[in-house]
């Protein structure tokens, strides 16, 4: 659906990463600091403030980068349905209206587990929405190695257009960077065109300077894009672990010219959540970063506060959960 | 107003101004002009001049304020006087329920004060709202509780009595806090003089005072510039003066305060180093550049501006800091979206431009952020100059502004030798991720506050002040509150300290040798561990009350002060010798003494004293040196619970390094041994002019340093013409304190001159001191006094 070389916007595609093998030096010497990374954090979001129309604007770009996801046993074919229907017409119709846009608002990806793959891609037919699956014994990533890229292949094979991998950690528990390096390149290979988004689990490698390293590995191995976690792990994204996770995606573009995507996932449930983190793209990254080929949010309910939101915003009045159509 | 889909593209932050209706409001209640806060009352000046006060960020008048009078002054300290008899003598819960309830009424009024703060001075409201005014609270608070736990540990001290508080433009309402919070828990009444661009939050905090119900007379507030401020540190019923501010303001202070028994704290400039070391995080280190020099737009007096960058890491690091510069916003201060406002006044940013100016025309190379300034209004953008060194004017002197300058280091030694090498010794930030490189440095810093892998934190837990000219005196935590307590014995000292003969060092028939019944001794100087002859070649003549002859002392002048100085800075083994060794070393000076107990005595005795009086007077000093010996190891600095849950906050007690000790004119051996033994114990090299009529008993000591493994130059000795030498030792800029007990006039003298450094003193005023008297001749606040606070701040966290 996207061609090899580039993908995202027209008028500003980007070189698809890619990869290259293993370079320790760029990164076995990387510090972090957590408790100086905790306090960026924690001032990012009192360092700047948007409010009214920008304020919606912002909250329409992040309905853009929203990868929609459901990630759970019991999804059904029906479930799937209902999630696409929802990314095609995320914000009512007359909020749309009111706001003025140009062209009608849909979210960045739905997200879904590979069986659930033809069903996405038989409901978002005709929206330009890509379709994103888990992959890679999601969310532990404990199964053989061939079982794993089979199960790319397989999503790849139903029309998924990206994949979010999940890494092995004891790699990086054990800084076996080479064997990571290897296994994400092998993922990367068996993706095809489809984009790659590699997801670290960050809750379970804990170190902020594991993080790092790993983000490294990952992008040098020909990741297109870094997540921090399934939703699975006992911690997911915070503010901290992705502002080093976007340092390490910068210091990898200023090295390698490279404009990799990052994806924050699990946790992120409010407007509020979804402004902290545009922030910090652009302040770290900049406003190119905003745009939902480098910037996704992993995310269900937090569309549901969106749209309340942008209610407000063209009504002056307080919404309502139960006004917008369900998920 | 651009349309969403229009902002869809520029994807810009917009404003988001911060809304002030209701401080215009209350602003436009006090249109005609406010009004001093007299006696718990809102009183009119006696004088009629206004000072405008505006708002930096449009140069609007927000208002006017009266130009403090030297009668509104003594009016407002006999409101404080009247108020002391009562607010002293409430009990410390008493004190603590006021304090307390200041706290929550700053609470209630929180935002009010930000946004005030932020139209009057500037600083960004994500500043005032976020960093200045919950401090303000936190102070209270942690002082109501000192004032709750005053009684039980502070016993044996008491109040200062009425303080007069002279507070900067920069953080106005902070510094009103770090001056009345400790001031008042611990029993004193205050005048506080606002600086005259920033006096709205006081007058707002003093509405507050009267809200929360606080006695009149307790804080009093008289607005007005440096004059009054003059008026205010010259007044005579004021027991002490705290001053924030310029270290050239603060040495006037120095010098009006002299002679005049007046506690003193000052809290001056700065040009804080921040070093980034090889294996620091950059990142890290580059927001730390953010926080330490553009805010509260580089006028802050701790602000780490001199940045120094190991050279392996140098290019990066500048590259990191210019990338990130891009995205500063200079703008309206009230808009929550922006990182810099405006300087204070105009008279800063010719200041702040001048200084820039210079830079340039010595080479420097000026970076500075793109983003646009405001038409109107004070602004100047976040800059950084490269390509200077260690001479350039833009690495030397404090501009208090947003500008910093880099320079490169090689070696962790070299990154201190740069640090330290400055007349300044206010902060230092430590940037390294290896333990043992960060707290080497963090030792190695010449500085009341070191901030590893962070910079500009705060608290009301640990003390804030300075070495070397950035003053002396903390702000904050245990340490803080003794610059307003006194020990309850200092105040009912009587005069009557001996006074020093004039000296004469001409031959004299009259007080001739009566026996020659011992071969003839020869009293030398004692400088770098040599005796030494007076470089004048005089000597004076020795004698007992009665005119008998007793010998002949060495004349020591100004270069013999010059000499024992120099050896002293020598000697700096003393000060890096383990707490252990020290100990061992002055119990075995005791042990020396004592064997040399009687010979002691005998001299003592040959200079007047009664034979009993000089036995005790020897036994007294002897277990004066154990008490120090045995305090060298145990007089420990602190570990402050400061607010944040992963940080420690090391509070270690330091040498001055090299002290000067002028000794009492009575009990020449009691009283030598009481100043010398603290300074000692705790680390410091001592040049030390004994007891002018007296000097024999230390030019006999001399032999026992001797003979005690005291490495040479930690104890000088030089012995003349008492006020003559401590003089010099004043006037000496490497001595970096001096004790001085002999005369009023003396001592009003060595307060006077030494504000050439602004080294702390501590002098008698002419009292007599009861050297017997444990309570008052030995004790902890001996050591406190041999020692500065310094505080390094280590957050952790992996």
Not at chain 1, 36 to 55: D, M
Request: with cysteine; proline share 5%.
């Amino acid at each position: 659906m996207m061609n090899d070389m580039t993908h995202g916007l027209g008028g500003n595609a980007l070189t698809r990463n890619s990869g290259m093998p293993l370079a320790l030096p760029m990164f076995e010497k990387a510090q972090v600091n957590t408790a100086a990374a905790e306090r960026r954090a924690a001032t990012l979001g009192t360092r700047r403030s948007v409010k009214k129309e920008y304020q919606a604007a912002w909250l329409v770009k992040a309905v853009q980068c929203i990868d929609l996801t459901t990630l759970a046993g019991d999804d059904t074919a029906g479930r799937v349905h209902r999630l696409c229907e929802k990314a095609r017409r995320p914000v009512r119709e007359d909020i749309q209206e009111k706001l003025g846009l140009s062209e009608s608002l849909k979210v960045g990806a739905v997200c879904v587990y590979p069986a659930m793959v033809p069903h996405a891609v038989k409901a978002l037919r005709g929206s330009g929405i890509p379709v994103a699956s888990v992959a890679t014994g999601f969310p532990a990533g404990l199964t053989p190695l061939k079982i794993r890229l089979a199960e790319i292949r397989y999503a790849v094979d139903e029309g998924a257009g990206e994949i979010d991998i999940v890494i092995f950690r004891e790699q990086v528990l054990h800084q076996d960077w080479q064997a990571l390096h290897d296994e994400i390149a092998a993922m990367r290979e068996a993706c095809g065109a489809a984009h790659l988004k590699a997801i670290l689990a960050t809750g379970d490698l804990k170190t902020l300077r594991n993080v790092y390293k790993a983000s490294m590995v990952a992008m040098q191995a020909g990741a297109d894009f870094i997540k921090t976690s399934t939703g699975k792990e006992d911690v997911n994204a915070t503010l901290p672990v992705s502002l080093t996770m976007v340092r390490a995606l910068r210091d990898f573009g200023e090295q390698t010219g490279f404009k990799i995507g990052f994806k924050p996932a699990g946790g992120l449930r409010t407007a509020k959540d979804a402004m902290n983190w545009q922030i910090l793209m652009k302040e770290e990254l900049g406003r190119r970063w905003l745009e939902p080929d480098l910037f996704r949010i992993g995310a269900s309910s937090m569309l549901a506060d969106i749209e309340r939101q942008l209610e407000h915003y063209v009504t002056g009045r307080y919404a309502a959960l139960s006004h917008h159509p369900m998920a | 107003m651009p349309s969403v889909s229009e902002i869809l593209d520029s994807m810009d932050y917009g404003p988001s101004p911060e809304q002030n209706s209701h401080v215009k409001e209350w602003l436009g209640r006090h249109k005609d002009g406010f009004r001093h806060f007299i006696g718990g009352a809102f009183t009119a000046s006696s004088g009629k001049q206004w000072i405008e006060v505006s708002n930096p960020a449009n140069a609007e008048t927000l208002g006017r304020v009266p130009q403090g009078t030297a009668g509104d002054i003594d009016h407002a300290v006999k409101a404080a006087r009247k108020a002391y008899k009562s607010w002293s003598r409430l009990s410390g819960h008493e004190r603590a329920r006021h304090l307390y309830a200041l706290a929550r009424h700053i609470q209630k009024r929180e935002r009010f004060l930000a946004v005030l703060e932020t139209m009057d001075n500037g600083k960004t409201i994500r500043e005032s709202r976020d960093i200045d005014i919950p401090l303000v609270a936190r102070h209270f608070y942690h002082h109501a509780g000192w004032a709750q736990l005053m009684e039980s540990e502070f016993s044996g001290y008491g109040p200062a009595g009425v303080c007069g508080q002279i507070i900067p433009w920069n953080f106005p309402l902070l510094m009103l806090a770090w001056k009345v919070a400790p001031a008042l828990a611990a029993g004193n009444t205050v005048v506080l003089k606002p600086a005259e661009f920033t006096p709205l939050t006081a007058l707002a905090f003093a509405e507050i005072c009267m809200e929360a119900g606080l006695p009149p007379g307790v804080v009093n507030i008289v607005t007005g510039d440096g004059e009054t401020g003059a008026s205010l540190a010259k007044h005579p019923d004021v027991d002490k003066i705290a001053f924030t501010g310029s270290t050239e303001v603060g040495r006037l202070i120095r010098e009006a305060t002299a002679g005049s028994g007046k506690k003193l704290s000052l809290e001056l400039g700065g040009k804080s180093p921040f070093i980034v070391f090889e294996d620091a995080d950059l990142d890290a280190a580059v927001e730390g550049v953010v926080d330490a020099v553009w805010f509260n737009q580089g006028q802050v007096c701790c602000a780490g501006t001199r940045l120094l960058l190991q050279e392996a890491i140098s290019e990066r690091f500048i590259a990191k800091l210019r990338k990130r510069m891009e995205s500063l916003r200079v703008g309206d201060p009230l808009d929550k979206s922006v990182d810099m406002g405006p300087l204070v006044a105009p008279v800063q940013l010719a200041r702040v431009t001048a200084l820039v100016k210079k830079g340039e025309s010595e080479g420097g190379t000026l970076l500075q952020a793109p983003s646009p300034l405001p038409a109107k209004g004070n602004y100047f953008p976040p800059s950084l100059f490269v390509d200077v060194d260690a001479a350039s004017t833009v690495m030397q002197e404090e501009i208090f502004g947003p500008v910093a300058a880099a320079m490169t280091f090689r070696t962790p030694e070299e990154a201190a030798a740069i640090a330290n090498h400055t007349r300044y010794g206010l902060a230092a930030s430590v940037w390294s991720e290896n333990i043992n490189v960060a707290l080497d440095a963090a030792a190695r810093m010449k500085a009341g506050v070191v901030w590893i892998n962070s910079t500009n934190l705060f608290d009301a837990a640990a003390g804030f002040g300075g070495y070397k000219e950035s003053g002396f005196g903390r702000e904050g935590g245990r340490e803080g509150l003794y610059e307003y307590l006194v020990p309850a014995w200092s105040k009912n000292l009587a005069a009557g300290a001996e006074d020093a003969a004039p000296v004469s060092a001409t031959p004299s028939a009259d007080a001739a040798a009566n026996v020659v019944d011992l071969i003839d001794r020869t009293a030398k100087l004692f400088i770098g561990g040599k005796q030494a002859r007076p470089d004048s070649g005089y000597s004076y003549a020795l004698a007992s009350p009665k005119g008998a002859r007793i010998g002949l002392a060495g004349l020591g002048n100004r270069k013999d002060i010059r000499n024992a100085v120099e050896a002293a800075l020598k000697g700096s083994a003393w000060s890096s010798a383990s707490a252990h060794n020290r100990a061992q070393v002055l119990y075995f000076l005791a042990e020396n003494l004592a064997a040399r107990a009687d010979e002691f005595a005998n001299r003592i005795k040959q200079f007047g004293a009664p034979v009993q009086a000089a036995r005790k007077e020897v036994d007294t000093a002897l277990a004066r040196m154990f008490y120090y010996a045995a305090q060298a190891d145990k007089y420990d600095g602190r570990i402050h619970s400061t607010n944040s849950k992963k940080q420690t906050t090391l509070a270690f007690n330091e040498p001055w390094g090299i002290i000067g000790l002028v000794c009492p004119n009575e009990l020449p051996l009691l009283g030598m041994i009481s100043l010398l033994m603290p300074a000692l114990a705790m680390g410091n090299r001592a040049v030390l002019v004994p007891s002018q009529a007296q000097a024999l008993v230390a030019t006999d000591f001399y032999q026992v340093l001797e003979t005690s493994d005291v490495p040479a130059g930690t104890v000088n000795i030089v012995t003349g013409a008492r006020d003559e030498l401590a003089r010099t030792l004043a006037e000496h800029d490497e001595v970096a304190a001096l004790w001085y007990l002999g005369s009023a006039a003396g001592s009003a003298m060595v307060e006077k001159a030494s504000a050439g450094n602004l080294k702390p003193t501590w002098v008698n005023n002419g009292k007599r001191i009861d050297w017997f008297a444990a309570e008052q001749g030995e004790g902890h606040d001996y050591l406190r006094r041999a020692t500065q606070v310094k505080n390094i701040w280590i957050p952790y966290g992996e």
